[in-house]
């Protein structure tokens, strides 16, 4: 077709297809693509660079030769980066990822899809005590970076040895690096040289999942997110949405950060998600039962991928950059369409037998008729829910038709009828905040709602009622706060999966992948 001869697919050489892709978008992304599609004339460069494409066409075709029977579909595609240059990229969904990220050092699609029932292995014991200590020295980096070695020793306890040994390692993996001495020191000692985190090497692929949308991100090692996407994504099916998702990623890896490595993509939702398996178990919103997304989007996009739910994803974000009492012992609520929760203590997020832990949807609260899926009525998720809220402003003629967004909109531009369904919707949400601090007792009860940050007084009102309802919690305004990442806690999510995984294990399979395929 098209007047082309295939030869067989060549090694790409990635970064230069990357590079000539952000600097000369016309050509060079084509040549990269045509080491798959071999022209038989040069000429015929021009004629498929100047075809205007629909953003996202799918092509009839047959995937060319030597490109093995991985291949799903070959499709062209406008650059959603770079929508105005109209650059038809033929996608190959396995093959071209894997040609420009999986090549790009990380993984080979082999190694993504053999990591076995429970995921990548974690280090063995024998490397257990060395990664930890590893561990122990990146996180203060984190916390207080730049960092001169000598205090790294104080606060880890680690010899000066270890720490010189360890910082060493970390620094060859891309993830530290060493800053020049701030004040030359006069005299004798050996000088202070401080380390820092290295976030221009690696980046964290993000994706959350919610009812109506996906998000799609780009993170630092310090959880910055330097880059997000919402995807509307009512009435697409599962592999679909996964597919289009990784199509988003690979075009955010290109469009934003060509010259870092891709950790891997962690991945957050809400429902019942258990993360050894990375499988969406059950999720009634989005019709999802046993969906193995790990899997499939390892598949996809040829990296390492780790999948939980959202509540402890964000769990694992205030642990890493947030809120510094959630280090002792955290409960993380997430009020959207989707309501649960997530608890953790110390180190630990508790995810009991297949990660069923914090399902409070159907937490009974008081003073609700609201029927519920699960045939009861008064439930929490049924009460509070966004989806709820939207439908009884429309049905009380507030709104002309349930819309969400339009509704928080109206209460933050201080509409006092749509404030005060907010405000009621917080009372509820604090019966629930004041049980799971009675049952936990946790330093801090981090609240993930959109109204919190938006609508004056929503956060009040449910101190109020933890105030007057919880026996043990006695002071509301330093227990019950907001989430640390307003407007991107969906990214911050689904990245801190994945920066977890790093900060936990950072000598294990997250980059020992990387520097093994490099
Ligand atoms: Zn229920």
Redesign the pocket.
Known sequence: MDGLERGPVEPVEPLAAVTAHVHRPHLPQDAQVLRHLRLGQPEQLDEIADRPFAAHEDVEDLPPPGFGDRVERVRRRRCSCHATHHIPIWVCVKTHILGTLGARRAVCHDQAMTAGPDGPQRTDARGARRSASASAVLRAVLDEGPIARSTIARRTGLSAAAVTGHSAELARLGLLRELPEAEPRRGVGRPHVPVDLDTGRHVAGALHLAVHHATVALLDLRGNVLVQHEEPHDGLAAEDLLARAAEILDDLLLGHAPDREPLGLGVATGGWVDRASGTVVEHPLLGWRNVPVRDLLAGCTGLAVEVDGHARALVHAERLFGHPRARESVVQLFTGNVVDAAFATGDTVHHGPRSAAGAV??LPVDDSAEP?????TG????TVSEGTLARKAAESGLLARPDFPELLALAASGDSAAARIFHDRARHIGQAAALLLDVLNPAVLVVVDRSVAQVPGCLPAMRDEVRARSRGCTDPEESVVATSFPGHELAIAGGAVLLDVLYDDPLGPLLTRLSHAS
């Open positions: 949807a159907h519920c899926r699960c045939g009861r439930c929490l998720e049924a």
